[in-house]
């Protein structure tokens, strides 16, 4: 908003200004008084900022504040355009199917998983809470209405307050980088004035949050770098920098890029000072010291009480508890706990068991009657055994029963013969009373590793090889026991050395497009670890007796198991890296290089009744221009750094400098957020180029004004005036394009087939028609 806070620490010059005072007013109580003048600030007549001084007389500090007018022009404008009819349309738009059922979740204290932080998610159901929302609506699918306990105005309020802040902040960041006032508020208009801005700031959408942090975690470094060592005002843009891009990078990861930028200029600077003599090799070392605690330890922090709220706000089960480990589960109130609890804890020959995949997809050990086919659609062979899998859902066919390769049954004795890290089993499985084994015969799927199959004795020169040995990972934690749900184990197979595996390939139609396993000779594959979920002492030794108990086995909860923060922050951690995305094709992802030139838009919104439709779409001008404006900086600097080389230099040291800063800012920052996704093996869509954006309108607003201040240099008025106008026009015809398409931004208006086809721009542009 242009309010800036300047503290000055200092305590020589308080004394010295003291002395000055001083000798001044003995000075002027010895003149006459018609020496005395009265002597009157002079004001320029340009100066465009209103400054309420406010001055503590207090010896080591000075407030001043400043209102910008152009500022709040443009806060004021933004809220205009954001806030217009936000509650409309009053149904699900986009992916506010997602967000919005996150909030509900919130609202709820039930626990959901998401691959992304959820900093943003908690400030939206912060604003639900406040405003009374009960988080009864289950945001079921697009486009359906909101009921009226829905406060749709309020949960789209931050999202859009946020798409408003940063109109000033993007001409504060330009004025920080000492671009003139009058091209940094076209640079704040240009961000009013994109159609793809304003349409992600209207709804329950996570981007303008991640801009809005990130941009103004941008300004506040630029300006901890400029500050005195260890003045307040040091101190204060440095933390709030720091607290900024953590936040950032806590809404989406993607957040991570602005922070990488933040580092580069942070070392950047460094280098540059490291050539000043006058700072000792102590000083550099001392100041560069405490630079890394706050922008290490102050976003550690900040990063860990997020989802130490997140964790302490989710403790009920809910619908996606699967993708976490057992004992995550069981330490939600009312999920696997209902299964889980009161069931004894040791794993024991005879103990009846489901093994779950403890990382990555959620599936358990499985078997069935079927066996592999004799040949496979490469022409290679099997064993013929009977097929083992992993099955992603709770079936009877996932119980097993560990045995003791030396004793005749699986009863349970007066004592418990407790199994151990290194001890050997026999894996059971529970139906079919076939063992688990494996052998020198390829996977299906993965020929490199070895077949896992139940062993069929065929009466043939295939002997069984069915020992497996138990290895507890995490023993340093759990103890030597094989305990269920908290032990995580590997099962090695004793005759090849070879560890029990989720490949996570699936298998064809004959495995019932289950996911394969395998005995693979990495032993230290994160999918060889397992662990016990369920679990029960068998109670006879008749195997009719023992199929008609696993088929009813059901377990009664008596307690929740207790997990600290540190394993539940380090497993979700873990989850939310290696989860794969389960959304592989959809209609409206795009590619990085349709980016720039907006090749394809994305349908938020339809109104089948009167054909009103929301799309994502930018400023097509203005995206244009930008995309332009890269080359032109490029050749500009490029052209720059050759002429320098031959020691010609058409610019003074401090237009080079401005000029080079403002590149390592923007075209680095622009570069850092849109590289990245060309290395990025997910769905994307258009709204991710949207950081990379913001950085390309700024460095844009710089080139219009180097062009400018090169016109200057001839001298030539008619040349910088046809310039200017040049700019004017040019600035309306995207105001004009902003228009036009302001009704697939709001979706208030009833449109008609040659409408939308006027609308349609590029043949690639995916508009619905009735």
Known sequence: MGIEMKVLENCENVVRNRKTQTKIIESIENKPKCEIEEVKPKKSDTQEKVEILSEVKNENFMIKIEFDPMSIFLFILAIVTRFFRLAEPKNVVFDELHYGKFVSLYMKNVFFFDMQPPFGKQLIAGVAYFVGYDGNYTFNKIGNDYTDNVPIFWLRALPAFCGCLLVPIIYNLLLQLKINRWIAAIGGLLVIFDNALLTQSRFILMEPMLILFSTTALLFL??????????IKWWFNGITSAILYTFSLSVKYVGFYSFLLGIFLILR????ILRNQNLTNLKLFFETFIKGLIFICVPIGIYLSIFYVHLNLLYRAGPHDSVMTSAFQASLDGGLASITHGQPLKV?????????????????LHSHANVYPVKYEDKRGSSHQQQVTCYSFKDVNNWWIVKRPSKPDFSIGEELDVIKDGDEIQLVHGLTSRALNSHDVAAPMSPQSQEVSCYIDYNISMPGQLLWRVEILNKEEEGNVWNAIRSQVRLVHVTTSTALRFTGRQLPQWGYNQHEVAADKNLNHPDSVWNVEEHR???????????RQLL???????????????????ELQIKMFWQSETIQNHMYSSE???????????????????????????NLLLWYSCSFSIFIYAAIFVFYLLRRRRNIFDLNEEEWTKFENTGCV?????????????FVERTMFLHNYLPALVFKICLLCATIEHILNILKKFNLRILIVAYKLLVLFWLLYILHVFQTFLSVSYGRTSLTSDMIMKLRWKDTWDFIFS
């Open 592 to 618: 990085p290089i349709e980016w720039p030139l907006m090749s394809k838009s994305i349908a938020y919104w339809y109104k089948k009744d009167t054909n009103a439709q929301i799309h994502l779409l930018g």
């Open 537 to 547: 002492y068998t109670k006879t030794s008749d195997q009719k007796e023992r199929e």
């Open 222 to 231: 630029l300006r901890f770098l400029e500050s005195q060592n260890f003045t």
């Open 552 to 570: 009813k086995s059901e377990m009664i909860p008596l307690e929740a198991i207790e997990l600290s923060f540190w394993q539940k922050f380090k």
């Open 348 to 364: 024991v020959h005879g103990s009846q068991i489901t093994l779950r995949h403890t990382n990555g997809r959620p599936c358990w």
């Open 269 to 272: 600077h460094f280098w540059k």
């Open 666 to 678: 923007l075209f680095i920052g622009y570069i850092f957020n849109f590289l990245p996704y060309f």
